[in-house]
């Protein structure tokens, strides 16, 4: 059995880590599949298809699961504007924490363990999930795919608060659900614990070796000890 990992600082992603926001995210795809006469995506189909951004997932809605947004498409573009301006309405109607994480979030704080969140969705929307699921007084930090010029996988995001908090990489965790998560921490130089009940895009986390793999929120208290210097 592996031994705690210490820590003087929690990085979580939230997207398929913290939050499941697939049924959203899925209501707000086929609103635009449905506008372009596109066949409309199960919800399973798009758990598949979620995890490097709005853009992406979109481009991966159209033309299938290795596609990639196209640069200079007028038409793509505005379905990106559609797909943004439904889902900024629809944030959270049916997205909700993942069991535990709200009893996780609690005794890391009450520990003192500084917190942060580190997503690949625009800042702004990011900032409303979790002041509407009532998640953002436990994180001082929030940094959005377009905070920084960097986003994940670039290490810049998860860097950012770690400075502003004096702690080196090496004592903070990124807490993730995908490969992009754990390539961010890789460049970071942060040991990462992988969320499978998130969105891995068929990943078997085994294979790419995270520092630590957990099945549920509630088992994080026991991986991870706050460790203050």
């Not at 709005?54 to 793509?76: I, S």
């Not at 929030?142 to 960097?150: F, I, M, S, V």
């Not at 608060?161 to 090496?170: D, F, K, R, T």
Request: net charge negative; with cysteine; aromatic share 6%.
């Amino acid at each position: 059995m592996n031994s705690p990992l210490q820590a003087e600082a929690l990085l979580f992603d939230l997207d398929g880590t913290l939050v499941d926001s697939a049924p959203d995210l899925c209501g707000a795809m086929n609103h635009v599949l449905q506008q372009r006469g596109v066949p409309l995506l199960a919800l399973p189909q798009v758990r598949h298809l979620v995890g490097d951004g709005a853009r992406t997932l979109l481009a991966r809605g159209f033309w299938g699961e290795e596609a990639q947004a196209p640069v200079d498409d007028p038409g793509f573009e505005e379905a990106v504007a559609l797909f943004m301006a439904y889902y900024r309405q629809h944030l959270t109607d049916n997205t909700q924490p993942y069991p535990g994480v709200l009893a996780m979030l609690h005794h890391f704080q009450r520990q003192g363990m500084p917190m942060a969140v580190v997503t690949n969705k625009p800042e702004a929307m990011a900032h409303s999930m979790l002041q509407q699921l009532e998640l953002s007084p436990f994180f001082s930090h929030l940094l959005g795919g377009d905070t920084l010029p960097q986003r994940k996988p670039a290490p810049e995001p998860l860097l950012y608060p770690l400075a502003h908090w004096q702690i080196a990489p090496q004592r903070a965790v990124m807490v993730g659900d995908s490969l992009t998560d754990l390539l961010a921490a890789r460049a970071a130089g942060c040991p990462m614990v992988w969320m499978t009940h998130g969105y891995s895009r068929g990943i078997s986390p085994a294979s790419v070796h995270p520092d630590r793999i957990l099945d549920h929120c509630d088992q994080l208290p026991a991986c991870i000890v706050f460790s203050a210097s």
